[in-house]
Each structure stands twice: as C-alpha cells, then as structure tokens.
C-alpha cells in the first residue's frame, strides 16, 4: 500500500513564524500535491510537483512556497504565518499520468496564533 | 466560470436503504471523474474512476454513473451501514493536459443510520 506520511498531525505557530511542512511518500510516484481544506470550501490545490525540482502553482499559491529536492518529499513552506492560513493541510502523490489515484496522508491542521 | 458542485447540505438515511450523492459541474470537459471518501480527521481515500466513454461503473456496493451531457455524476451506495457514514468528494481533471492535477468538490457528508 502507498504510505503518505505528513511530519505533524497538529502544529500551533505564531504570526510572522515562518513555518515548514513535510511529507514523504514511500511508492516512488512522480505527482506530489499540497491542499488546504476549510469548512464548505473543500480542497484547494496551494502547489503541486511533476518531478524533482519542479514545481506549478495552483489555484491558491499566495503565501506559500515548496520544495521538492528529493523525489519522495515535498515540502510546503509559509513564509511569513498569518492567521488566515490557520487550516487542514494535506498532501497527495500519484503516478504520472492523468487518470491516476491520489493518495493522501492524513492531514496537518496548522493554527496560527 | 468554472465549478463543481456537490449536495452542500448533509444527506441522512435509514441502514439498508440506498444513498446517492451528486456532483455537478459546469464549463468542463472532463476525461474522467474520480470519488473519494473522508473520515474525520483522515485524508481522503480514492473510490472509484469513472471514464467519459463509460456510463456507469461498479465496485461491490458502490456504483458510478457520469452523463456527459447534464454534466453530472451519480454516486450510489446500495444496502447503505452505519460504516458508510462519512463525507465523500468527487473529482475531475481540468482538462487540457495537466497532468495529473484535480479539482475537488467540496464534499456531501452521508450519516447512515441504524
């Protein structure tokens, strides 16, 4: 089975912190994604990665960077918190191709204080 | 402009009977449309795939439709459980070759009771 790990299940920052979120995937896929979910807005796509080194913003990029050195992790960094950015994270990988599953791990819910 | 929309409202229902949940969408073209089911607190795990050249899709309890024409899915929970209880997303790719990307709905909660 797929194993989508995020390195905090709950993390509690300060504004203006500058804060870092790890995932790792262990099935060697080539897609990785980074969401956020709120309450009746549903998952929005913050970044996603096709391969190592390469990154395509998505809908809500403002706020946020990533980095994917390695081909098993992608990292979603908050360069300066603001306590709009107080939500669920959760990041997905798949294999390359339209069509494909995603697999997610099971989520960071960051507050910003 | 672009969305997908899912019953926004909770859908209750008695055990045994079936839940069907839908997902709308708008200025899309989908190639195909995928379900996924959440739990709290879990992120959410992939379903089904349903293909525009395909009508309906089974996998045990669960069945798929997607008319391309009303621009609609149709997710079917059939001799519904408690276990059910959950909230389910569907999604579709853009289009235009993005390679993996989605875009989700904003999910149905079902509640199954016993």
């Known amino acids: 089975d797929v194993k989508v790990t995020q390195s905090s299940r709950y993390l509690v920052k300060r504004t203006g912190e500058k804060v870092f979120l790890e995932c790792v995937q262990d099935m060697d896929h080539e897609n990785m994604f980074w969401y956020r979910q709120d309450p009746g807005l549903g998952l929005r796509l913050i970044y996603f990665?096709?391969?190592?080194?390469?990154?395509e913003k998505g809908d809500i990029p403002e706020g946020y960077s990533v980095s994917r050195e390695k081909k098993e992790r992608f990292s979603l960094i908050l360069e300066s918190a603001s306590t709009n950015q107080t939500s669920m994270y959760l990041c997905?990988?798949?294999?390359?191709?339209?069509?494909?599953?995603?697999?997610f791990g099971d989520g960071t819910r960051l507050s910003i204080l | 402009s672009q969305k997908i929309e899912q019953n926004s409202e909770a859908l209750n229902i008695q055990e045994g009977k079936t839940a069907t949940l839908t997902c709308n969408y708008t200025?899309?073209?989908?190639?195909?449309l995928q379900w996924y089911r959440q739990d709290p607190g879990r992120g959410p795990v992939f379903l089904l795939l349903?293909?525009?050249?395909?009508k309906e899709k089974r996998k045990e309890r669960l069945k798929v439709t997607f008319d391309t024409t009303l621009k609609q899915s149709l997710f079917h929970i059939t001799a519904s459980q408690p276990a059910d209880s959950a909230t389910y997303l569907c999604a579709l790719d853009p289009g235009y070759n993005q390679g993996g990307k989605l875009i989700f709905g904003q999910g149905t909660e079902l509640s199954v009771k016993p």
């Open positions: 200025n899309y073209s989908p190639a195909y």
């Open positions: 990665s096709y391969d190592v080194k390469m990154k």
């Open positions: 349903i293909r525009e050249n395909e």
């Open positions: 997905a990988s798949s294999r390359q191709g339209q069509s494909r599953a995603q697999h």
